[in-house]
């Protein structure tokens, strides 16, 4: 299942994205999906439930909210909550991988534990 978007839709969706800058930059996109094959190599191909995914996602996000306050509050740069966020969102792409694979192959992503 693809939700909204079907493989035809994203291909062109993500040309344009990548190509006139609209709603993202190439840079982002390029470092999320560096950032999802950095966590691939480390880590191995994960199968968690839900409940674990949304767990690991949450630490993320915690992660990312934690720099976002000591750049607010310690008028420090940008750069530790980028990478915190970019982290974030290759978590979320991984959750969003293993539905996609889920829904193909019976394999990555369960809604209970096991």
Same mark, same amino acid.
């Given at each position: 299942?693809?939700?909204?978007y079907?493989?035809?839709?994203?291909?062109?969706?993500?040309?344009?994205?990548?190509?006139?800058n609209?709603?993202?930059?190439?840079k982002?996109?390029?470092?999320?999906?560096?950032?999802r094959?950095?966590?691939?190599k480390?880590?191995? @191909?994960?199968?968690?439930s !839900?409940?674990?995914?949304?767990?690991?996602l949450g630490?993320?996000? $915690?992660e990312a909210? /934690?720099? %976002?306050?000591?750049?607010?509050?310690?008028?420090?740069?940008?750069?530790?909550?980028?990478?915190?966020?970019t982290?974030?969102?290759? @978590?979320?792409?991984?959750? !969003?991988?293993?539905?996609?694979?889920?829904?193909?192959?019976t394999? $990555?992503?369960?809604? /209970?534990? %096991?």
């Amino acid at each position: 299942m693809l939700g909204d978007y079907g493989s035809e839709e994203m291909s062109e969706g993500m040309f344009v994205h990548l190509t006139d800058n609209r709603f993202t930059e190439p840079k982002a996109v390029l470092d999320i999906t560096c950032e999802r094959d950095r966590q691939q190599k480390k880590w191995g @191909v994960q199968t968690h439930s !839900i409940a674990e995914w949304l767990m690991i996602l949450g630490e993320e996000y $915690g992660e990312a909210c /934690k720099a %976002g306050g000591e750049s607010y509050f310690r008028d420090d740069s940008l750069g530790e909550l980028r990478k915190e966020l970019t982290q974030t969102a290759a @978590v979320a792409l991984a959750i !969003i991988e293993g539905i996609d694979d889920k829904e193909g192959t019976t394999k $990555g992503i369960s809604n /209970k534990e %096991g």
